[in-house]
């Protein structure tokens, strides 16, 4: 079966210095510890700062910066953060101490327990309001760090990263719309390749953490950028490459190719509908900052007759983030079987699991937007807010040579209007990118009954457009800035 891979034209590890760097034996560590660092000065003045969220390194730098760079990261290059995650540094120590651990058990070897994780997460932050405590995200870092070490030290094929971590979850979604994918420069060389050390690993590095084997490579969807591939590759046949965003979404139209065949997502329920979640999760965490979700909940609770905010707040995210994507999605995949269903009856005969695996991971492009400008909004907002929480930092510290007190007006980089435009831009793009993938996924389906099956796609992803559009209109609260 033929699938898609990007032609190595443009390779980011053959460019001089910064290819040598990435692919050097602890190339990896000189971006991680800057990042173990940022992760230590979190801690310490999470559990150690000032409590008042717009005054701590912790929450400024997790909640308004670190979202708003990943996405930047990811729409610029890819993966970039899970590639200097520090969570991951204890992961040789922890081989070490325990050896290559168990396998992970068969039955979890699925993205069903990281979509769990990944709305649990959304969910807790809301029902903590982890945004407002620095010691909160103090102990929701050294939480990653724990989780990350044991689950590595018991189990084989990066559990953690693979099948829970909530971070990697929302980065390997939106990596779908990343512009590099790792990618075997010579397919033949895999063929003759006798040791397959990007996968097994050498004596000297670890091969692929999450057990991808590079000339198999089809999608971002579970690569870290961790490179350990293009370090263990004996014939320097690993490339980082350029391709078009979202193309791992759809094929190039082919004739006769199977509907399942067109995306290099595969045929799966469970990654198929982290998709729909990760849009859906994107519009609900949005809609959570603004007005009528109060009124919602207010009425939540007088059906209820209690006013416990963590049940409402779980009833609300269930509602949104679960039931009501995997019925859309479900309804759209079944009214695209039956409306495909006529001239020759070639759609007849797939079933609504193809229809739904086939289509539902076109709504990528327009989730990332809507992820985008949702932590656009906020960075855009407050980005310069590190500089008064810096300055007070190190006053508190006895640096004293930055003179006068910290300026805590200093907040948005844009003004109102220039932001809810940049939002209106990326919710444009993100919706006219998820139409072409759309249109690129039904390649081969060129009767009038194959194009009538892309109608209730269509149909779902302009009323998620329009819904964003909605949400992002509304005043919005404004969280971690003083004012
Ligand atoms: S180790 Fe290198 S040559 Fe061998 S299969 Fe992996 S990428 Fe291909
Ligand atoms: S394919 Fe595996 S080893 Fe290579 S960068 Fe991705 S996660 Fe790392």
Same mark, same amino acid.
């Given at each position: 079966?033929?699938?898609?891979? #990007?032609?190595?034209?443009?390779?980011?590890?053959?460019?001089?210095?910064?290819?040598?760097?990435?692919?050097?034996?602890?190339?990896? *560590?000189?971006?991680?510890?800057?990042? $173990? @660092?940022? @992760?230590?000065?979190?801690?310490?003045?999470?559990?150690?700062?000032?409590?008042? +969220?717009?005054? =701590?390194? &912790?929450?400024?730098?997790?909640?308004?910066?670190?979202?708003?760079?990943?996405?930047?990261?990811?729409?610029?290059?890819?993966?970039?953060?899970?590639?200097?995650?520090?969570?991951?540094?204890?992961?040789?120590?922890?081989?070490?101490?325990?050896?290559?651990?168990?396998?992970?058990?068969? &039955?979890?070897? =699925?993205?069903?327990?990281?979509?769990?994780?990944?709305?649990?997460?959304?969910?807790?932050?809301?029902?903590?309001?982890?945004?407002?405590? #620095?010691?909160?995200? @103090?102990?929701?870092?050294?939480?990653?760090?724990?989780?990350?070490?044991?689950?590595? &030290?018991?189990?084989?094929?990066? #559990?953690?990263?693979?099948?829970?971590?909530?971070?990697?979850?929302?980065?390997?979604?939106?990596?779908?719309?990343?512009?590099?994918?790792?990618?075997?420069?010579?397919?033949?060389?895999?063929?003759?390749?006798?040791?397959?050390?990007?996968? =097994?690993? %050498?004596?000297?590095?670890?091969?692929?953490?999450?057990?991808?084997?590079?000339?198999?490579?089809?999608? /971002?969807?579970?690569?870290?950028?961790? *490179?350990?591939?293009?370090?263990?590759?004996?014939?320097? /046949?690993?490339?980082?490459?350029?391709?078009?965003?979202?193309?791992?979404?759809?094929?190039?139209?082919?004739?006769?190719? #199977?509907?399942?065949?067109?995306?290099?997502?595969?045929?799966?329920?469970?990654?198929?509908?982290?998709?729909?979640?990760?849009?859906?999760?994107?519009?609900? /965490?949005?809609?959570?900052?603004?007005?009528?979700?109060?009124?919602?909940?207010?009425?939540? %609770?007088?059906?209820?007759?209690?006013?416990?905010?963590?049940?409402?707040?779980?009833?609300?995210?269930?509602?949104?983030?679960?039931?009501?994507? +995997?019925?859309?999605?479900?309804?759209?995949?079944?009214?695209?079987?039956?409306?495909?269903?006529?001239?020759?009856?070639?759609?007849?005969?797939?079933?609504?699991?193809?229809?739904?695996?086939?289509?539902?991971?076109?709504?990528?492009?327009?989730?990332?937007?809507?992820?985008?400008?949702?932590?656009?909004?906020?960075?855009?907002?407050?980005?310069?807010?590190?500089?008064?929480? +810096?300055? %007070?930092?190190?006053?508190?510290?006895?640096?004293?040579?930055?003179?006068?007190?910290?300026?805590?007006? $200093?907040?948005?980089?844009?003004?109102?209007?220039?932001?809810?435009?940049?939002?209106? @831009?990326?919710?444009?793009?993100?919706?006219?990118?998820?139409?072409?993938?759309?249109?690129?996924?039904?390649?081969?389906?060129?009767?009038?009954?194959?194009?009538?099956? $892309?109608?209730?796609?269509?149909?779902?992803?302009? +009323?998620?457009?329009?819904?964003?559009?909605?949400?992002?209109?509304?005043?919005?609260?404004?969280?971690?800035?003083?004012?």
């Amino acid at each position: 079966m033929a699938l898609y891979r #990007p032609t190595p034209t443009f390779d980011l590890l053959r460019v001089p210095g910064l290819g040598r760097l990435l692919r050097w034996r602890w190339g990896r *560590l000189v971006f991680q510890l800057p990042m $173990l @660092a940022l @992760a230590a000065l979190i801690i310490y003045d999470g559990l150690s700062g000032p409590q008042l +969220a717009p005054q =701590n390194l &912790a929450t400024v730098s997790v909640w308004i910066h670190y979202r708003g760079l990943v996405l930047l990261a990811l729409l610029l290059a890819g993966n970039l953060f899970c590639m200097s995650c520090p969570f991951t540094l204890p992961r040789t120590l922890a081989h070490r101490l325990a050896g290559r651990g168990r396998r992970w058990p068969k &039955a979890l070897r =699925n993205k069903w327990l990281a979509i769990g994780a990944f709305v649990a997460y959304l969910w807790l932050y809301e029902a903590l309001d982890l945004w407002a405590s #620095p010691a909160l995200t @103090a102990w929701l870092v050294i939480g990653y760090f724990v989780a990350a070490f044991v689950l590595e &030290a018991l189990f084989a094929e990066s #559990p953690f990263c693979k099948y829970i971590c909530p971070l990697g979850t929302f980065n390997f979604a939106a990596a779908a719309i990343s512009p590099l994918q790792i990618t075997a420069r010579s397919q033949d060389v895999c063929r003759a390749c006798v040791g397959k050390e990007c996968v =097994n690993g %050498s004596a000297q590095v670890l091969g692929c953490g999450t057990e991808l084997f590079v000339p198999r490579v089809v999608s /971002n969807l579970d690569c870290t950028f961790c *490179l350990d591939c293009a370090r263990a590759c004996p014939h320097d /046949n690993v490339a980082l490459a350029a391709r078009w965003p979202a193309s791992e979404l759809a094929l190039r139209p082919g004739p006769a190719r #199977p509907p399942a065949a067109v995306s290099a997502w595969s045929r799966r329920w469970d990654v198929a509908f982290l998709a729909l979640v990760f849009a859906f999760a994107g519009l609900t /965490n949005a809609f959570g900052m603004t007005p009528p979700v109060y009124a919602l909940a207010a009425t939540l %609770s007088r059906w209820l007759g209690r006013a416990d905010e963590a049940l409402i707040l779980a009833l609300i995210f269930g509602l949104f983030m679960l039931l009501l994507p +995997a019925a859309l999605g479900l309804g759209a995949a079944w009214l695209s079987r039956r409306l495909g269903a006529g001239q020759g009856g070639r759609w007849s005969r797939h079933r609504l699991r193809d229809a739904f695996t086939r289509y539902a991971p076109t709504v990528l492009p327009l989730g990332v937007a809507i992820w985008f400008a949702h932590y656009w909004f906020h960075f855009a907002s407050g980005a310069l807010t590190v500089i008064p929480v +810096a300055h %007070s930092f190190l006053l508190d510290h006895g640096v004293t040579r930055f003179g006068s007190q910290p300026n805590w007006l $200093l907040g948005p980089i844009l003004s109102d209007d220039l932001v809810f435009l940049t939002v209106l @831009a990326a919710l444009a793009l993100g919706y006219l990118t998820s139409l072409h993938t759309l249109q690129r996924a039904a390649a081969g389906e060129a009767t009038p009954a194959g194009r009538r099956a $892309l109608l209730p796609w269509l149909a779902l992803w302009t +009323a998620l457009a329009v819904a964003a559009v909605i949400v992002f209109s509304l005043p919005m609260e404004m969280r971690g800035m003083i004012g």
